[in-house]
């Protein structure tokens, strides 16, 4: 991230004001998943890495005076009395920050009131957990702050739940999960199930990712989510008369074929296909990361739109006309959406001598075919969340 520290700082000291008790400033980045979606909540396998952007929390106790929350991006602020637990605000950004600290209320660590200063350079509802960014930045300030002294996968575990409970949003573990625990250079090979997971270093050649903003405003995205979700448990109840399973992700692809015989509806046969297919898929690519077989990992990513697109349908006009208008262009291995779908991003990979063409041919023919402004990034992986050592 880009932030200019001393100036976080001092815009804190304009609108706290006592300059006596300096604050600490934390660190969270932003995701995109390379493949492996839709799988999360299935108990499945993902891909994930962290971003070299993300949210900063300029922080201070003080003395009870309440828990008080501004942002540079957001225009709300509040200040709320400290309980020992929290309601959810009306729609706000302050819901992700104020879950967590209920979260860490509810097991039973008390804070007294925090003045805190929240800065970020992700873009909002653009797929790229900005949300999942701010719980945890909220979670390790927090941690640190009260004394609680968690691991990294408690704060991860209760990111997710402030998501669940308090914003009302039914996300898995995949975003808390790798921007907790991102590392530069590396990708996250995440077992959802277990969540045993072991670091891939990212190893590209001469290709490099590039994200693309579909600037698709978010409409329905929460609630087809929820659709989603809701299709994957009938199968799930659909397949236990097969045989007892748990997670969709229980079956492996060699059983595919017992999905026409035991789910009879086909709108949930496609999303379970999907999903079986995609752990398969995820599993695969990371072995052609290994042997560094970039051709095969793009035409993965490749597969892995086209089931996000016609079996689970979480793709629409935008994300479609980015990936593959995407994929017809000289240097493009591998292009797919990442995150939830319905807008949001794409993640390609491309060669490091074609990302100008890319961005330039891709911009006119999506300007074109939509009407719409789309905006690249040319992201590094960075490291997760972390306190930031000031001088
Ligand atoms: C969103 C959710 C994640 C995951 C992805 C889809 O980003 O927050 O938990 O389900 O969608 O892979």
């Known amino acids: 991230m880009k932030a200019d520290l001393g100036k976080l700082t001092e815009e804190f000291f304009l609108r706290y004001s006592n300059r006596d008790v300096a604050p600490v400033i934390f660190y969270s980045p932003g995701r995109v998943n390379l493949i492996g979606e839709h799988t999360d909540y299935n108990g499945g396998y993902v891909f994930p890495c962290a971003l070299d952007f993300g949210t900063c929390l300029v922080v201070r ?19 709320i009395t400290v309980a020992n637990g929290y309601s959810p605000l009306e729609k706000s950004w302050i819901n992700y920050p104020l879950g967590v600290i209920n979260e860490f209320e509810k097991s039973g660590f008390h804070i007294g009131g925090l003045e805190m200063l929240f800065y970020g350079d992700i873009p909002n509802g653009a797929g790229l957990s900005s949300s999942a960014s701010i719980e945890m930045v909220t979670a390790i300030a927090v941690n640190e702050l009260s004394g609680a002294g968690l691991e990294t996968m408690e704060l991860v575990k209760m990111s997710q739940r402030a998501e669940n409970m308090f914003v009302g949003m039914n996300c898995g573990i995949m975003d808390q999960f790798a921007v907790g625990f991102g590392r530069k250079d590396h ?8 969540l045993e997971y072991r670091y891939a270093p990212l190893n590209l050649g001469t290709a490099r990712i590039v994200i693309t903003n579909t600037n698709k405003r978010r409409g329905l995205t929460d609630s087809k989510y929820n659709e989603r979700r809701a299709e994957c448990d009938k199968a799930v109840e659909y397949l236990n008369a097969y045989r007892k399973i748990t997670n969709l992700s229980d079956i492996t692809l060699s059983e595919i074929e017992v999905l026409d015989k035991y789910i009879p509806d086909p709108v949930v046969r496609k999303r379970a296909k999907h999903v079986i297919t995609e752990n398969a898929r995820t599993l695969a690519a990371i072995d052609a990361l290994e042997k560094n077989d970039i051709i095969a990992f793009g035409q993965l990513m490749n597969q892995s739109h086209d089931s996000l697109c016609d079996d689970y349908e979480v793709t629409g006009t935008e994300l479609d006309t980015l990936v593959y208008e995407g994929r017809k262009l000289p240097g493009v291995i591998g292009s797919r959406m990442t995150g939830a779908g319905f807008g949001g991003c794409t993640v390609s990979l ?4 074609y990302t100008d063409n890319f961005i330039n041919a891709l911009s006119e023919v999506y300007k074109l075919k939509t009407g719409l402004e789309p905006d690249f990034y040319l992201p590094s992986i960075g490291n997760g969340a972390h306190r930031i050592r000031v001088q």
Not at 71 to 79: A, D, M, V, W
Not at 187 to 194: G, R, Y
Not at 350 to 353: D, G, K, L, N, T
């Open 187 to 194: 990708a996250i090979n995440l077992n959802c199930d277990t």
């Open 350 to 353: 491309v060669e490091s001598a």
């Open 61 to 79: 106790k003080n003395d009870g005076n309440g828990h008080r929350f501004i942002s540079l991006n957001f225009p709300e602020t509040e200040t």
